[in-house]
């Protein structure tokens, strides 16, 4: 923690010199005119409004992302003729890089459904990967035991399949929150949504307000910090709960 505390230091006060040498504000502004905007923020209701808004569609998207990528990970892992279709469609959407999906979405559906739909694009190959190779890395002698006892399906998957490939979708949930928060963000900038942290970037920008944009995304930073350190709680609580 001291070391981390060290850095964080030292990196303000390189921020201060350069800001020093530079002495423009549009380009860099000081690292204490900054702290005083983010604090600000805390008294302004649009600040709490934009991240409610960013936070829901993260939300959405992230859910049915990791439901169906799970879902379909389990298919293929299961069921080889399934995997050799699906495959192919999941690596192209793995593929496209993200600009792509929002120009073509934008194109396809309104900019609040395009939004949901990028991030989820974006998430659920992830999803989809890891569980299908936790599926595929079960062992042998675990699978003939599971086909042994002719269970139904949702039986299997709830007492075998799920508990052998826990490690695999905790991976991607720890991989996914963060970077669920990245995309979403970036997606508001560039569909300019009405709401959002996004909008609140595009309009600083619109202003060539540097306080504010360095301001926003410190924050950017903080609530990634925080989604990350809660996806770890998430996933060491389950893991104390699963060994008691």
């Known amino acids: 923690m001291k070391r981390k505390l060290t850095t964080v230091f030292i990196l303000l006060i390189l921020w201060q010199m350069a800001s020093w040498m530079i002495q423009k504000e549009v380009i860099l502004p000081f690292p204490g005119d900054v702290l005083m905007r983010m604090g600000s923020y805390l008294f302004n209701k649009s600040f709490y409004i934009a991240i409610f808004y960013t936070m829901i569609r993260i939300l959405i998207s992230f859910v049915v992302a990791m439901l169906v990528g799970i879902t379909l990970g389990i298919f293929s892992g299961l069921y080889s003729s399934f995997r050799h279709y699906l495959q192919p469609i999941m690596t192209l959407l793995q593929t496209i890089p993200q600009i792509g999906y929002m120009l073509i979405l934008l194109v396809w559906v309104d900019s609040d459904l395009s939004l949901l739909l990028i991030i989820f694009f ?72 009405q709401h959002g942290i996004g909008k609140q970037l595009y309009l600083a920008r619109v202003q060539i307000d540097m306080i504010g944009i360095f301001a926003w995304i410190l924050w950017m930073v903080i609530i990634v910090w925080m989604l990350t350190k809660f996806s770890t709680f998430i996933m060491g609580w389950i893991q104390n709960k699963n060994k008691k």
């Open 122 to 193: 974006m998430l659920m190959p992830i999803f989809y990967f890891n569980t299908m190779h936790g599926m595929m890395h079960i062992d042998s002698d675990l699978q003939d035991i599971i086909t042994l006892y002719h269970h139904p399906l949702y039986y299997n998957l709830r007492y075998a399949y799920l508990p052998l490939i826990k490690g695999y979708i905790l991976s991607a949930v720890e991989t996914c929150l963060p970077l669920s928060f990245k995309v979403g963000v970036m997606a508001e900038v560039f569909v300019s949504a």
